[in-house]
Structures are given as structure tokens and as C-alpha cells.
């Protein structure tokens, strides 16, 4: 025995290892930067056959009922799987499949046919051997797919070590799956909170009867997540309570609004609803016998019928066409019975006399009701953002802690190169973990939960200690950072986090659109009342008064600009303006601008931005000096 070559084979061993580490890294970065589930998995899965080193690899995901649900392979091109699947189908997860989901362990074996469970391949399928095969199993125990491999390269078997690693892309499958679940259950969320947020204040802006109705319908129609036709109406209910009338309809053919200006109550679907305070749902006009009146378009379609009913008084319906053998889940009949809701209320209370005192008072109490409306979906929307975040934060903190403890040299010593993977891990998930912050921030500032800590802020220290935080982003591409201090005044009453949170997030923004050997400048003065009113509208003083002096802190780049069209939508949440063209796509949830408006005004400020197209912009923000301090506006500003 050679015992150099003993020596040696320890060394290969942890270059073997070492390149698997590297494999990993680079793996998870890629995974860790895509967020959408249908190229994700994709990824994940083409990721691990290479980790592996297996010609073919396929991951797959079943239903509640067992059946296939998601397939995703990899190792065919396009055309070659392609034209298996038309002629093969999907797989049935018979033969080994079947045993892989019901013994519920990872199988490896060194050839497929020799297996009791196989049952062989179709005729002109690519030829299989080695074979293993990963349970995928949720965070609650459930087998819920399976992650498998084929031919292992240059005629190997897996290993005890592919097994592992094949494990730990099934677990990263998993955690995938599920917080792409959470995130459409979010975005459900907002859209249904966005559907009602609308509808209530487009009713709330309006007088009459017919203006709600026509305008609430309307709203409905265009929300395209609903599954609705473009068709639907508004019937009210007679004072005697025997009739329906007609008060708006969208694309009703002629006919039909002649024909349905009044349906008596108890007939067809519409009268059916009004006798009831649940939805009638009818999946075809044409075979439905309750139908008694003609189905006026050319094509088949459904209906649900919503009863309108406020304060407990049924005082029409609302009809909406629905694609024929469309069943609607439970979710939506949901939702589109809290809309019924929303436009019932509106409708009672319209005022259809003539007495203006009257319509003064209903009036007011539908905008009081509209208010509540839109306030409650609001601190709904940002409670739930907020539980959500606080979900997402788990995982995110584990890659960060795990990534600081190798970077840290706890878990042995590492190579440069995998200093610099392992760095952009723990990058990447402190980016993320700031942008849920962000949620959470805003979320707490909506829901009236923010306090600020005021405290004696020294200004020279505030500035230095901001431009820390981009100094690298900007000495990167060559960008001058100046900073202006004022020379008058040394200390200013507020929150020192909060304010460095706004200015940060200012330079920040200037650096990604400020070009190379570029110039950001943050500067800050002391301003009177009056010559804050030169800058922006601001109430006037009443006279004898001078008002307070304000800190005025300005971050000026002369980067791209910004167009007229995307000024009016900088401060508002999720909204991004474009994309930088100096350093490529802009990062971030458009939450951080719409986050420093809240702080600035929680401090009695204001925050604005002037900017020309192509020559730079000026964001600026002023606030008093004294927290305590009383003018015209503050209340408005908070």
C-alpha cells in the first residue's frame, strides 16, 4: 500500500467536500434571489440534479386527493419533454413512485428494474438505472410529492451523502411551496381588501340611489379576480315589497332591460334571492328550471343573485353573471357577500325624497359608515401584513444566523470564495429581512402603534452617522458624498432612529440613481415658519404669530429624475418609478419613501420632492424643533 497515496486521500476528500460547499452556496443564492413559485421550483429542482450530478431529476406535487397536482422535471429539453408528455402523458406515480409515497423514506437503488415495485418503462421512454427518490413532507408531516433522480453520472450509484443533500433540496422545496402559499394568501388578502376599500369609496362620494348603484356595480365588474362576465344589475326592492325594480344594469341587451324592469318577488333566480337573505348561485341560465325568464345572450352562462341587506332589512338584490359551470368557492361567495354588504348599507342610505335636510343627514351618516369602512380594511390589511412579516422573518433569520456563524469561522475554516458567497447569503437576507421591517414599521404607523422617543439629537453627528450606511454603495461606483451641516444650531428634539431611518433611506434611493462619479449631497438648515411657506403651501399664521423654526434636511443627486407622471406616486406604499439606468433593476417593495412620510409627520412634518427629468432630483423634509410645538397644519400633517 502506498502510503503517500493514503495521505492524499483525506485531502481529496475535503476538496470534494469544499466544492460540494461551493455547489451550495452558489445553489442557494440563486434560490434565495427568485421569489416566484412557478420559477423557483423549477430552479430548485435543476439546481439539486446538478448538485447530484444525475442525468434526469423530477419533482412532484400532489393534491389533497392524491392526485398530481404539480410536475416539475429536469434534464430533457424543451422539445423532448415535450413530445413525452404527448406521448406519454404525466407519470400515474405507479411502480416505484407508488412505493416511494407510501413507504414514505427515501429509496435508492442501483437499478430500477431490480426493485419488487417496479413495473418497467414505456416503450421508447430514455433509459433509467440508478434511481433515488426523496418524500417531500410539509412543516405538518404530510407526504405531499416526491423529489426523485435517474442515472447517476458515469454509471455510479447515489450515495449516503446524495441521499443528505437530496434531503436538504426537499426541505427547500418545502419551504418554497409553503411561502409561496403564505405570499398568495397575502396578496388574496389585499385584493379582497382592495375590492371592498374601492366599492366603499366609490359609494361614499355619491348622493342618490342610482349613482351608488350604477357606480358600486361598475367596480365590481372591473375586478377580474372575481371570475365575473362583464354583465350584471341592481334591482331594489318595491315599497310594498311584492316587486323588484330594475335600478342599474351593465350590458343588459335591449330586450332584457324591457323585459326585467320588474320581477315579481319569489320568481326566477332574482325574485328567489330577494325571499332570502342567502346567495342563489345557478351554474346555467339555460337547464336551470328556477330560470323562468329567457336567457337573452347567445351563449350560456350562470348566476349568483346576493341579497342586499342592511341593518337586517332586505332591500334588494344584486345579480352577477358568472362563466356557464363556474362554481364559486366559499372565499368569493364570501367576499361577494361582504360587497352586497357595502352596497346595501350605501343604498339604504340614500335619500330618494326631496327634503334637502333629510338628504343632508343620510349623507353624513353614509360617509361616516364609508369611513369606517375604509379604516377598518385598512388596519385589517395592515394587521394582517404585519402577522404575515412576522412569519416570513423566521426563515430569513436562520439563513442570516447560520450564515454569521460560518463567515465567523465557528464551523472550521473557509476559503475566500466561500467568504464571498457566504457574505452574499448574509447580504441577501438582511436585504429581506429589512424590507419586512419596512411592513412592519408601516404596518405599526397605520395601525396607530408607533410611538416616537424624542430626545436631543446632535445634527453634525445625525448626518455623519447616516452617509455611513451608503459610504460603500457610493465609493463602489465613484459618487462624491458631501454633507452640509448647518453652523447655527447643534441639536434638535426627535426620535434619532427614526430620522436616521428617513435620511438613510434618501441616500439610499440617490445612490441607486445617481450615475458613476456622480454627486449626492445631504445637507441641513434652520428655517422660519415663513420661509418654509416659500417652499411649500403651508397654512398661514395668524397675525402677531411667527410660528416655530424648523429643521429643513435636503438629499440632492444628479442622477436620472423623475418624470411629472411618477412624482405624484412617490409617497404612496408599493410603489416603485422606474428602473435605475446606471446600476440595473431597483430593489425594494416601494415601501421605503411611503415609510418616511409616516415618520416625518408622526415628527409634525412635511416631506416633498422637486426633481427635473434627466438632471437629478431634491428630496427635502422639515420638522420643528420642539415636538411640542403648536401651529397651523400640525394636526392635519398627522
Same mark, same amino acid.
Given at each position: 500500500?502506498?502510503?503517500?497515496?493514503?495521505?492524499?486521500?483525506?485531502?481529496?476528500?475535503?476538496?470534494?467536500?469544499?466544492?460540494?460547499?461551493?455547489?451550495?452556496?452558489?445553489?442557494?443564492?440563486?434560490?434565495?434571489?427568485?421569489?416566484?413559485?412557478?420559477?423557483?421550483?423549477?430552479?430548485?429542482?435543476?439546481?439539486?440534479?446538478?448538485?447530484?450530478?444525475?442525468?434526469?431529476?423530477?419533482?412532484?406535487?400532489?393534491?389533497?386527493?392524491?392526485?398530481?397536482?404539480?410536475?416539475?422535471?429536469?434534464?430533457?429539453?424543451?422539445?423532448?419533454?415535450?413530445?413525452?408528455?404527448?406521448?406519454?402523458?404525466?407519470?400515474?406515480?405507479?411502480?416505484?413512485?407508488?412505493?416511494?409515497?407510501?413507504?414514505?423514506?427515501?429509496?435508492?437503488?442501483?437499478?430500477?428494474?431490480?426493485?419488487?415495485?417496479?413495473?418497467?418503462?414505456?416503450?421508447?421512454?430514455?433509459?433509467?438505472?440508478?434511481?433515488?427518490?426523496?418524500?417531500?413532507?410539509?412543516?405538518?408531516?404530510?407526504?405531499?410529492?416526491?423529489?426523485?433522480?435517474?442515472?447517476?453520472?458515469?454509471?455510479?450509484?447515489?450515495?449516503?451523502?446524495?441521499?443528505?443533500?437530496?434531503?436538504?433540496?426537499?426541505?427547500?422545496?418545502?419551504?418554497?411551496?409553503?411561502?409561496?402559499?403564505?405570499?398568495?394568501?397575502?396578496?388574496?388578502?389585499?385584493?379582497?381588501?382592495?375590492?371592498?376599500?374601492?366599492?366603499?369609496?366609490?359609494?361614499?362620494?355619491?348622493?342618490?340611489?342610482?349613482?351608488?348603484?350604477?357606480?358600486?356595480?361598475?367596480?365590481?365588474?372591473?375586478?377580474?379576480?372575481?371570475?365575473?362576465?362583464?354583465?350584471?344589475?341592481?334591482?331594489?326592492?318595491?315599497?310594498?315589497?311584492?316587486?323588484?325594480?330594475?335600478?342599474?344594469?351593465?350590458?343588459?341587451?335591449?330586450?332584457?332591460?324591457?323585459?326585467?324592469?320588474?320581477?315579481?318577488?319569489?320568481?326566477?333566480?332574482?325574485?328567489?334571492?330577494?325571499?332570502?337573505?342567502?346567495?342563489?348561485?345557478?351554474?346555467?341560465?339555460?337547464?336551470?328550471?328556477?330560470?323562468?325568464?329567457?336567457?337573452?345572450?347567445?351563449?350560456?352562462?350562470?348566476?349568483?343573485?346576493?341579497?342586499?341587506?342592511?341593518?337586517?332589512?332586505?332591500?334588494?338584490?344584486?345579480?352577477?353573471?358568472?362563466?356557464?359551470?363556474?362554481?364559486?368557492?366559499?372565499?368569493?361567495?364570501?367576499?361577494?357577500?361582504?360587497?352586497?354588504?357595502?352596497?346595501?348599507?350605501?343604498?339604504?342610505?340614500?335619500?330618494?325624497?326631496?327634503?334637502?335636510?333629510?338628504?343632508?343627514?343620510?349623507?353624513?351618516?353614509?360617509?361616516?359608515?364609508?369611513?369606517?369602512?375604509?379604516?377598518?380594511?385598512?388596519?385589517?390589511?395592515?394587521?394582517?401584513?404585519?402577522?404575515?412579516?412576522?412569519?416570513?422573518?423566521?426563515?430569513?433569520?436562520?439563513?442570516?444566523?447560520?450564515?454569521?456563524?460560518?463567515?465567523?469561522?465557528?464551523?472550521?475554516?473557509?476559503?475566500?470564495?466561500?467568504?464571498?458567497?457566504?457574505?452574499?447569503?448574509?447580504?441577501?437576507?438582511?436585504?429581506? /429581512?429589512?424590507?419586512?421591517? %419596512?411592513?412592519?414599521? !408601516? +404596518?405599526?404607523?397605520?395601525? #396607530?402603534?408607533?410611538? @416616537?422617543?424624542? &430626545?436631543?439629537?446632535?445634527?453634525?453627528?445625525?448626518?455623519?452617522?447616516?452617509?455611513?450606511?451608503?459610504?460603500?454603495?457610493?465609493?463602489?461606483?465613484?459618487?462624491?458624498?458631501?454633507?452640509?451641516?448647518?453652523?447655527?444650531?447643534?441639536?434638535?428634539?426627535?426620535?434619532?432612529?427614526?430620522?436616521?431611518?428617513?435620511?438613510?433611506?434618501?441616500?439610499?434611493?440617490?445612490?441607486?440613481?445617481?450615475?458613476?462619479?456622480?454627486?449626492?449631497?445631504?445637507?441641513?438648515?434652520?428655517?422660519?415658519?415663513?420661509? /418654509?411657506?416659500?417652499?411649500? %403651501?403651508?397654512?398661514? !399664521? +395668524?397675525?402677531?404669530?411667527? #410660528?416655530?423654526?424648523? @429643521?429643513?434636511? &435636503?438629499?440632492?443627486?444628479?442622477?436620472?429624475?423623475?418624470?411629472?407622471?411618477?412624482?405624484?406616486?412617490?409617497?404612496?406604499?408599493?410603489?416603485?418609478?422606474?428602473?435605475?439606468?446606471?446600476?440595473?433593476?431597483?430593489?425594494?417593495?416601494?415601501?421605503?419613501?411611503?415609510?418616511?412620510?409616516?415618520?416625518?409627520?408622526?415628527?409634525?412634518?412635511?416631506?416633498?420632492?422637486?426633481?427635473?427629468?434627466?438632471?437629478?432630483?431634491?428630496?427635502?423634509?422639515?420638522?420643528?424643533?420642539?415636538?411640542?410645538?403648536?401651529?397651523?397644519?400640525?394636526?392635519?400633517?398627522?
Amino acid at each position: 500500500m502506498d502510503p503517500l497515496k493514503n495521505r492524499e486521500e483525506p485531502v481529496i476528500d475535503k476538496i470534494v467536500m469544499l466544492q460540494k460547499f461551493e455547489g451550495l452556496c452558489r445553489s442557494s443564492r440563486m434560490i434565495l434571489g427568485e421569489l416566484d413559485l412557478e420559477k423557483l421550483l423549477p430552479l430548485i429542482v435543476d439546481e439539486a440534479r446538478t448538485f447530484l450530478g444525475s442525468e434526469y431529476a423530477a419533482l412532484e406535487i400532489i393534491d389533497s386527493t392524491g392526485a398530481l397536482q404539480t410536475f416539475v422535471p429536469s434534464g430533457f429539453d424543451s422539445g423532448e419533454y415535450e413530445a413525452m408528455r404527448a406521448r406519454f402523458g404525466l407519470p400515474q406515480g405507479k411502480g416505484i413512485l407508488m412505493h416511494l409515497m407510501q413507504d414514505a423514506k427515501p429509496l435508492r437503488l442501483k437499478n430500477i428494474a431490480d426493485h419488487p415495485a417496479a413495473v418497467g418503462l414505456p416503450p421508447g421512454h430514455p433509459s433509467m438505472t440508478s434511481f433515488l427518490g426523496i418524500p417531500v413532507v410539509n412543516s405538518h408531516g404530510q407526504v405531499i410529492g416526491r423529489l426523485y433522480f435517474t442515472n447517476k453520472g458515469q454509471g455510479r450509484e447515489f450515495t449516503d451523502l446524495d441521499q443528505h443533500w437530496a434531503s436538504v433540496f426537499a426541505e427547500i422545496a418545502v419551504m418554497a411551496i409553503e411561502n409561496g402559499h403564505l405570499l398568495q394568501k397575502v396578496v388574496d388578502r389585499n385584493n379582497e381588501l382592495d375590492i371592498l376599500y374601492k366599492v366603499s369609496s366609490v359609494v361614499s362620494r355619491l348622493r342618490t340611489g342610482k349613482e351608488i348603484a350604477e357606480a358600486a356595480l361598475q367596480a365590481v365588474l372591473e375586478f377580474d379576480s372575481l371570475r365575473l362576465l362583464k354583465t350584471g344589475g341592481i334591482f331594489v326592492s318595491s315599497k310594498d315589497r311584492q316587486t323588484l325594480e330594475l335600478l342599474a344594469s351593465e350590458n343588459f341587451p335591449a330586450i332584457q332591460l324591457e323585459t326585467c324592469q320588474k320581477v315579481t318577488s319569489g320568481t326566477c333566480l332574482c325574485g328567489l334571492a330577494m325571499t332570502g337573505t342567502v346567495p342563489v348561485t345557478s351554474q346555467s341560465c339555460q337547464s336551470d328550471p328556477r330560470h323562468l325568464r329567457q336567457c337573452f345572450t347567445p351563449t350560456d352562462h350562470g348566476h349568483i343573485i346576493l341579497p342586499l341587506v342592511a341593518h337586517g332589512d332586505n332591500i334588494g338584490v344584486l345579480c352577477l353573471y358568472l362563466p356557464a359551470n363556474t362554481p364559486l368557492t366559499a372565499p368569493e361567495i364570501t367576499l361577494l357577500e361582504s360587497v352586497a354588504g357595502v352596497i346595501a348599507v350605501a343604498l339604504q342610505n340614500a335619500d330618494y325624497t326631496t327634503k334637502l335636510e333629510e338628504q343632508v343627514a343620510l349623507r353624513t351618516v353614509e360617509l361616516r359608515l364609508a369611513k369606517n369602512a375604509a379604516e377598518s380594511a385598512n388596519r385589517a390589511k395592515s394587521s394582517f401584513l404585519a402577522n404575515m412579516s412576522h412569519e416570513l422573518r423566521t426563515p430569513l433569520n436562520s439563513i442570516i444566523g447560520f450564515s454569521e456563524i460560518i463567515l465567523s469561522g465557528m464551523a472550521g475554516e473557509i476559503s475566500e470564495d466561500l467568504q464571498e458567497y457566504l457574505g452574499d447569503i448574509n447580504q441577501s437576507g438582511a436585504h429581506l /429581512l429589512e424590507l419586512i421591517n %419596512e411592513i412592519l414599521d !408601516l +404596518s405599526k404607523i397605520e395601525a #396607530g402603534k408607533m410611538d @416616537l422617543e424624542f &430626545s436631543e439629537v446632535i445634527i453634525q453627528e445625525l448626518l455623519e452617522g447616516c452617509t455611513m450606511f451608503v459610504r460603500e454603495k457610493t465609493m463602489k461606483h465613484g459618487i462624491r458624498l458631501d454633507i452640509k451641516a448647518p453652523k447655527d444650531v447643534e441639536v434638535i428634539n426627535g426620535d434619532d432612529r427614526r430620522l436616521k431611518q428617513v435620511i438613510v433611506n434618501l441616500l439610499s434611493n440617490a445612490a441607486k440613481f445617481t450615475p458613476d462619479q456622480g454627486l449626492i449631497t445631504l445637507s441641513a438648515r434652520q428655517i422660519s415658519t415663513e420661509d /418654509l411657506r416659500e417652499l411649500i %403651501e403651508w397654512p398661514p !399664521l +395668524s397675525e402677531g404669530d411667527t #410660528g416655530p423654526d424648523f @429643521l429643513l434636511v &435636503s438629499v440632492e443627486d444628479n442622477g436620472r429624475g423623475i418624470s411629472d407622471d411618477d412624482v405624484g406616486r412617490l409617497f404612496q406604499p408599493f410603489q416603485q418609478v422606474g428602473s435605475s439606468v446606471y446600476q440595473g433593476k431597483v430593489e425594494g417593495t416601494g415601501l421605503g419613501l411611503a415609510l418616511s412620510r409616516k415618520i416625518v409627520e408622526l415628527h409634525g412634518g412635511r416631506i416633498w420632492v422637486e426633481s427635473e427629468f434627466e438632471k437629478g432630483s431634491i428630496f427635502s423634509f422639515v420638522i420643528p424643533f420642539s415636538p411640542d410645538a403648536d401651529f397651523p397644519g400640525r394636526d392635519g400633517v398627522r
